[in-house]
C-alpha cells in the first residue's frame, strides 16, 4: 500500500481568488500523476472552506476557501484532511460548520476538530482492501480555540509544555493506544510549533517518540513553513515537519516555498520506505521541482542524517529515498 502525506494546503486568499476562473485542480499543477499513484492521499487543511464568515479579531492572517472549492480536493483525490490547525476557526464557528459537511458529503474524511471535544479528538478511519488506516490530529498552535464538551474547536494538545506530566498528553497517548487497538496502520497528524526554523524543538522529539511508542505507525508533522529532517524510531517515521505544499505566501529566504510529496511505502501494514518528491510552489501551484529537485533533497538528506536517518537520491525517480527498516 502507498500512502502520500502533503504538508499545508492553503486555498484561500490569492488562491482562492484564482480558483474563480481556474478549474479545480489548478492548485495541484503537475503533481497530480505522483498523487494518483497512492492509495490514500492525506494533506492538513489551512484554511476554512466557507463562503462569507467574519474574520476572527485578533489574528493578522484569515484564510477561507469558497465552498465550492472542495471540488479542488476531490480533483487531487484527497482521502483525508487534519482541521487541527491554527486557521480552521478563521472565520468564526458558523463558516468553520460549513466546512464539515462539505467534506462528508464529498468522502473527505477528517481529524482534529469538530462541533465539540469527542469530535475533534474522534479518529478518521479508511479501509484499503482489508487494511484499516487510522487518522488523528492534534495541535499545539491556537489554545483559545480548545474544543470542549459543547464548544466547537480544535483538538488541543500542548507539544512543548509539561509532557507525558500533562494530562493533556497523556490523555492523547491513550487515544493513540486505543485507536492502534482497532487499525492496522495509524497516522498520526501534529500541527505543532511555530513557522519557522530547521530543527525540530525537543519537545517535539520527545513527543513524537512517545507517539511512537503509543502505537502511531507514522507521525505527519506541519505548521512550520519550511520542511525538517525525519527521525526514525523503532521502525517509525516522524515526520517532524512537511513544510507549505499549497499557498499564496511570501518566499522566505528559509525556502517556505519548497517541499515534498511525502509518499510511504508500506509491506504488511507496515512502512517500509519513504519516497519524496521535491516540489516548489510557483504562482499558487505546486510543481514537482525539476531542476532544483536535487538540491532541495540535499537539504533534506542534511537534516536528517542530523537525526541519525539515512537517505539516498536516485537520479532514475527523481526522488529522496528514505529506508525505515534496514
Same mark, same amino acid.
Given at each position: 500500500m502507498?500512502?502520500?502525506?502533503?504538508?499545508?494546503v $492553503?486555498?484561500?486568499?490569492?488562491v482562492?481568488q484564482?480558483l474563480?476562473?481556474?478549474?479545480?485542480a489548478?492548485?495541484?499543477?503537475?503533481?497530480?500523476p505522483?498523487?494518483a499513484?497512492a492509495?490514500?492521499?492525506? #494533506?492538513?487543511?489551512?484554511?476554512?472552506l466557507?463562503d462569507?464568515?467574519?474574520? +476572527?479579531?485578533? *489574528? %493578522?492572517f484569515h484564510?477561507?476557501?469558497?465552498?465550492?472549492?472542495?471540488?479542488?480536493l476531490?480533483?487531487?483525490?484527497?482521502?483525508a484532511?487534519?482541521?487541527?490547525?491554527?486557521?480552521?476557526?478563521?472565520?468564526g464557528?458558523?463558516?468553520?460548520?460549513k466546512t464539515l459537511?462539505?467534506?462528508d458529503?464529498?468522502?473527505?474524511?477528517?481529524?482534529?476538530?469538530?462541533p465539540d471535544l469527542?469530535a475533534?479528538r474522534?479518529?478518521?478511519? *479508511?479501509?484499503v482492501g482489508?487494511?484499516?488506516?487510522?487518522?488523528?490530529?492534534?495541535?499545539?498552535?491556537?489554545?483559545?480555540?480548545e474544543?470542549g464538551?459543547? &464548544?466547537?474547536?480544535?483538538?488541543?494538545?500542548? /507539544?512543548d509544555?509539561g509532557? #507525558?506530566?500533562?494530562?493533556?498528553?497523556?490523555?492523547?497517548?491513550?487515544?493513540? &493506544?486505543?485507536t492502534k487497538?482497532?487499525?492496522?496502520?495509524?497516522?498520526v497528524?501534529?500541527?505543532?510549533?511555530g513557522n519557522?526554523?530547521?530543527?525540530?524543538?525537543?519537545?517535539?522529539?520527545?513527543?513524537?517518540?512517545?507517539?511512537?511508542?503509543?502505537?502511531?505507525d507514522i507521525?505527519?508533522?506541519?505548521?512550520?513553513?519550511?520542511?525538517?529532517?525525519?527521525?526514525?524510531h523503532r521502525?517509525r517515521p516522524?515526520?517532524?515537519s512537511?513544510?507549505?505544499?499549497?499557498?499564496?505566501?511570501?518566499?522566505?529566504?528559509?525556502r517556505?516555498? +519548497?517541499?515534498?510529496i511525502?509518499?510511504?511505502?508500506t509491506?504488511r501494514a507496515?512502512?517500509?520506505?519513504?519516497?519524496?518528491?521535491?516540489t516548489?510552489?510557483v504562482d499558487?501551484q505546486a510543481?514537482? /521541482?525539476?531542476?532544483?529537485?536535487?538540491?532541495?533533497? /540535499?537539504? $533534506?538528506?542534511?537534516?536528517c542524517? +542530523?537525526l541519525?536517518t +539515512?537517505?539516498?537520491w536516485?537520479?532514475?525517480?527523481n526522488v529522496l529515498?528514505?529506508?525505515? %527498516?534496514?
Amino acid at each position: 500500500m502507498r500512502l502520500v502525506l502533503l504538508g499545508d494546503v $492553503m486555498l484561500g486568499r490569492l488562491v482562492n481568488q484564482r480558483l474563480k476562473s481556474a478549474p479545480p485542480a489548478f492548485p495541484w499543477g503537475d503533481t497530480l500523476p505522483v498523487l494518483a499513484r497512492a492509495d490514500v492521499r492525506i #494533506a492538513n487543511l489551512e484554511c476554512v472552506l466557507a463562503d462569507g464568515g467574519t474574520p +476572527q479579531p485578533g *489574528k %493578522v492572517f484569515h484564510f477561507r476557501s469558497d465552498l465550492k472549492n472542495v471540488a479542488t480536493l476531490t480533483a487531487a483525490g484527497i482521502n483525508a484532511v487534519s482541521l487541527a490547525n491554527n486557521h480552521v476557526l478563521d472565520y468564526g464557528t458558523q463558516a468553520f460548520r460549513k466546512t464539515l459537511p462539505a467534506l462528508d458529503s464529498h468522502g473527505i474524511l477528517h481529524a482534529g476538530a469538530g462541533p465539540d471535544l469527542d469530535a475533534a479528538r474522534r479518529p478518521a478511519i *479508511k479501509r484499503v482492501g482489508h487494511t484499516a488506516v487510522g487518522f488523528l490530529a492534534f495541535t499545539d498552535n491556537q489554545p483559545d480555540w480548545e474544543a470542549g464538551p459543547r &464548544r466547537p474547536g480544535v483538538y488541543y494538545v500542548p /507539544a512543548d509544555d509539561g509532557g #507525558a506530566e500533562d494530562e493533556r498528553v497523556r490523555d492523547l497517548l491513550a487515544l493513540v &493506544r486505543r485507536t492502534k487497538a482497532r487499525t492496522d496502520l495509524l497516522v498520526v497528524s501534529a500541527h505543532w510549533g511555530g513557522n519557522w526554523g530547521a530543527d525540530p524543538p525537543s519537545g517535539h522529539r520527545r513527543l513524537g517518540k512517545a507517539l511512537v511508542d503509543a502505537g502511531a505507525d507514522i507521525v505527519f508533522g506541519h505548521s512550520a513553513h519550511v520542511f525538517r529532517g525525519v527521525e526514525i524510531h523503532r521502525g517509525r517515521p516522524i515526520i517532524y515537519s512537511a513544510g507549505d505544499f499549497i499557498d499564496d505566501y511570501a518566499v522566505d529566504e528559509e525556502r517556505n516555498d +519548497q517541499s515534498f510529496i511525502f509518499g510511504v511505502e508500506t509491506a504488511r501494514a507496515l512502512p517500509v520506505r519513504l519516497r519524496l518528491h521535491p516540489t516548489v510552489i510557483v504562482d499558487f501551484q505546486a510543481r514537482l /521541482a525539476g531542476k532544483s529537485a536535487q538540491a532541495i533533497a /540535499a537539504r $533534506m538528506r542534511r537534516l536528517c542524517a +542530523q537525526l541519525g536517518t +539515512q537517505s539516498q537520491w536516485s537520479d532514475e525517480a527523481n526522488v529522496l529515498v528514505i529506508p525505515v %527498516v534496514s
